[in-house]
């Protein structure tokens, strides 16, 4: 039995939920996640949303701020349609009932913070839990709507379209058209069919592809995994973000420690206590960007043979620290650090991918159908490296991009039939008996990524990931028609491809840009690599 519906939103995060409010009057809207709708990135961005507000600021200046953060690669009329879009998306969530702090100075004006590789304040914020807020206005927004239906432990396995590879042992033809998903049913265990007329992916990144990352457990590249295998092609995927700053402790999991406070004036001391960024950019210091930070850092813990530097804002006020910070001040209290008397221990981790699906300005991808937005989307924004708080920005104006020509269209989609589609056929399959065989290759899989593929890289470490990574992905695709498929094997199935394409990725550029960075060819080479890495899946 096939489930019917207009739009197909896979993913609940801010770019998912804005999609599904601005075209519900269209049709109807199913919304699936993986878990609840809540544990998406969004939930954990703590830092805001950049955006030109300031009288000492201008559209210019954030526009170079992004182009310079992106090393030669963003794409300029990218960049400004979002930066000049911003105002607008800001006033939108704030019409929705979404709280942004206000500037305690100047009662009516938002609070601007100031973030790595921005020249001016611009980062609007509510406090600390910035996505947490929009995430629960949005979500609120959504679960009120008659024409919107959200279900939880629903995760998407393929695609279905005209590849053969997206209808397991059938090969009927049908077109170049996405015509929805087979989904797994968490609670059931049942590959249910969900056809519909257009298909939206907002899976987000994918940092569980390596060991140690400030990403929730749902960021397992999923749509750019299924994007890749229906034959859209895939863009940048090497330049892996690191944030420099993650909570270090044995107890905590993924609990990242916002840029806003290196704006606010926190220094990264080595393990002695002394400040080091001077030495890797004498200009910005702290305020580098993250690539640079997270290059420091890797290479001053190398340096010291410790686990972790630490940065430090104890020299502010400590009612200021309170107020600015009422999340990352609470959650390291409950670790036994005051962050108003002591520095805070702190790492890098696997945070953003800059990569994704290859969509245009309008959030479309190579095949009829199927939008991409989010985090999951190559749009040209980001290039090399993102700027802090530039991704919600995206994610909100992609969202109003694709519904704007989803209306404009809707004459064409909406009249579109739904031809009918063979149901999820499992063959010969049975139960997985040994969970080991996947526990065993996630782990396996995610210390490959971290040890071979992660801040720092070479020629031979690439190749390594490479020899060591394809048995992996063997075993895996005869285990996935030997045995039922699970959550749990078709996230490390997804988490394998996407390893397998960063590492591809990486293994062609030859140079050093932005996020990547290769010790045997430490300089960027514009004559070759001025371009984006682009994979596609061979028919």
């Not at 896979?10 to 519900?24: N, P």
């Not at 954030?62 to 300029?76: N, P, Q, S, V, Y």
């Not at 590959?191 to 390596?210: C, E, H, N, P, Q």
Request: glycine share 8%.
């Amino acid at each position: 039995m096939a489930y019917e519906t207009d739009f197909l939103i896979i993913g609940s995060g801010i770019a998912g939920l804005s999609l599904a409010l601005k075209v519900a009057d269209l049709g109807r809207v199913t919304i699936i996640t993986k878990k609840a709708p809540k544990e998406a990135a969004t939930t954990l961005a703590q830092g805001g949303i950049a955006c030109v507000l300031g009288e000492d600021d201008s559209f210019e200046l954030h526009i170079a701020d992004t182009l310079r953060a992106g090393d030669g690669l963003c794409k300029e009329e990218v960049v400004s349609l979002v930066v000049r879009q911003a105002p607008e998306r800001i006033r939108e969530l704030m019409d929705l009932g979404v709280r942004f702090s206000e500037d305690p100075e100047r009662p009516g004006h938002l609070h601007l913070g100031l973030e790595g590789g921005h020249s001016r304040r611009r980062i609007v914020h509510a406090q600390d839990f910035t996505g947490r807020e929009i995430e629960s206005v949005l979500l609120n927004r959504a679960q009120d709507h008659p024409q919107i239906t959200i279900l939880e432990n629903h995760m998407a396995v393929d695609l279905i379209t005209g590849c053969k590879v997206a209808i397991r042992r059938q090969c009927e033809d049908l077109g170049e058209r996405c015509l929805g998903a087979y989904v797994l049913d968490g609670q059931s265990g049942q590959v249910k069919t969900f056809l519909s007329r257009v298909t939206i992916l907002s899976t987000g990144g994918a940092g569980k592809v390596y060991l140690y990352t400030s990403n929730p457990d749902v960021a397992t590249g999923d749509g750019i995994a299924m994007a890749y295998r229906a034959g859209a092609r895939v863009a940048n995927l090497e330049f892996v973000q690191f944030h420099p700053t993650c909570l270090y402790h044995p107890l905590a999991k993924n609990f990242l420690i916002s840029e806003a406070l290196r704006g606010e004036g926190a220094r990264l001391l080595d393990p002695e206590g002394r400040p080091f960024m001077h030495k890797y950019d004498p200009n910005l210091k702290d305020l580098a960007t993250r690539d640079v930070v997270a290059r420091a850092i890797d290479q001053e813990l190398k340096k010291s043979g410790r686990d972790f530097v630490y940065l430090d804002i104890s020299h502010r006020e400590s009612e200021f620290i309170k107020r600015r910070f009422p999340n990352i001040y609470q959650t390291c209290l409950r670790f036994g650090i005051d962050i108003t008397r002591e520095p805070i221990p702190v790492v890098p981790a696997a945070h953003y991918m800059c990569g994704g699906v290859v969509t245009d300005t309008w959030g479309r991808t190579d095949i009829f159908g199927l939008f991409a937005i989010g985090e999951c989307a190559y749009t040209g924004l980001h290039g090399a490296n993102r700027l802090a708080s530039n991704s919600l920005l995206e994610g909100l104006v992609f969202a109003h991009q694709a519904a704007r020509w989803i209306h404009q269209n809707w004459g064409e989609y909406g009249a579109l039939d739904l031809p009918p589609v063979p149901d999820w056929d499992p063959g010969g399959a049975v139960d997985m008996e040994e969970a080991v065989l996947i526990s065993h290759n996630w782990d396996a899989i995610r210390r490959l990524m971290w040890n071979y593929v992660g801040i720092v890289r070479n020629k031979k470490r690439l190749e390594l990931a490479s020899r060591r990574l394809k048995p992996i992905l063997e075993e895996i695709e005869q285990h996935y028609w030997d045995y039922i498929i699970t959550a749990d094997f078709i996230e490390l199935r997804n988490i394998a491809h996407l390893a397998d394409l960063i590492i591809r990725s990486a293994r062609w550029r030859r140079e050093s840009r932005g996020a990547h960075y290769n010790m045997d060819w430490p300089h960027k080479d514009d004559a070759n690599f001025r371009r984006d890495t682009i994979l596609c899946r061979s028919p």
